[in-house]
């Protein structure tokens, strides 16, 4: 079974300007997650999907983040303008439902932002 | 509110030396407990999981029992080897929009 697959791995940009990281879930996986890993600290969750809905984005800031799941398959995150600050690891992730499930993560998008 | 609080790191052990790493939780309800474990460069994965009181997860050898009366759920391996060098995320998931929560991860170093 094909796991989660991310893409770009690395990217390198200079603030205010904008990056774009695409995610494919697992077949057949209802919920599609974004996190933020900032090094050193666990996943904080940024949005959360299930199907082609959004189910929880409290921690996402949307003045700059947007993420959006079209036909309930893959996703893209897009930061613009990006900040210093933003310098982590997008990690993708699904599950087969919201809850209580084992949540399967992509190798990352790494994010260096100078 | 959910929270999931595990043992600072890093941990530095010898080969063959006995690992525990503590985790403990606040929860409402009855939410199952995992252990992720992420490698150098790489995604976090499942390590082992358990989803009601007193169950014992296992994988690889690590192992991890659902205490509800401590709230605890410390991962444990008699014998640890190199390769196990990693980064440990203790976390918690339920049911009712209970979203899944990490904890801040504990750094484990072996040295051959």
């Known amino acids: 079974e094909a796991g989660v697959a991310q893409s770009p791995r690395y990217k390198i940009i200079e603030k205010r300007q904008s990056v774009a990281f695409w995610c494919n879930p697992i077949s057949g996986h209802a919920t599609l997650y974004w996190y933020q890993q900032i090094l050193g600290q666990g996943p904080k969750l940024l949005i959360q999907f299930q199907n082609n809905g959004v189910v929880d984005d409290s921690q996402?800031?949307?003045?700059r983040f947007s993420a959006e799941r079209l036909k309930g398959v893959d996703s893209t995150l897009k930061i613009q303008p990006a900040k210093l600050e933003d310098s982590a690891v997008y990690l993708c992730a699904s599950s087969l439902e919201s809850s209580g499930n084992t949540i399967y993560f992509g190798e990352g998008s790494w994010l260096t932002v100078v | 509110g959910n929270s999931v609080t595990q043992m600072e790191g890093p941990v530095t052990l010898s080969e063959e030396?006995?690992?525990?790493?503590?985790?403990?939780?606040?929860?409402?309800g009855y939410p199952?407990?995992?252990w992720y474990v992420q490698y150098p460069g790489e995604g976090l994965q499942l390590l082992l999981k358990a989803t009601k009181a007193d169950d014992?997860?296992?994988?690889?050898?690590?192992?991890?029992?659902?205490?509800k009366e401590t709230t605890s759920f410390h991962l444990e391996k008699g014998s640890v080897q190199v390769s196990d060098s990693a980064v440990y995320?203790?976390?918690l998931s339920g049911t009712g929009?209970?979203?899944?929560?990490?904890?801040?991860g504990t750094r484990l170093f072996v040295k051959a």
Do not use: H, Q, V, W
């Not at chain 2, 030396?17 to 409402?28: K, P, S, V």
């Open chain 2, 89 to 91: 995320f203790c976390a």
């Open chain 2, 97 to 104: 929009g209970f979203k899944t929560i990490f904890g801040a």
């Open chain 1, 60 to 63: 996402l800031p949307k003045d």
């Open chain 2, 56 to 67: 014992k997860g296992s994988n690889k050898g690590f192992e991890a029992t659902y205490r």
């Open chain 2, 17 to 28: 030396a006995f690992l525990t790493i503590n985790c403990t939780y606040t929860a409402t």
């Open chain 2, 32 to 34: 199952s407990l995992f």
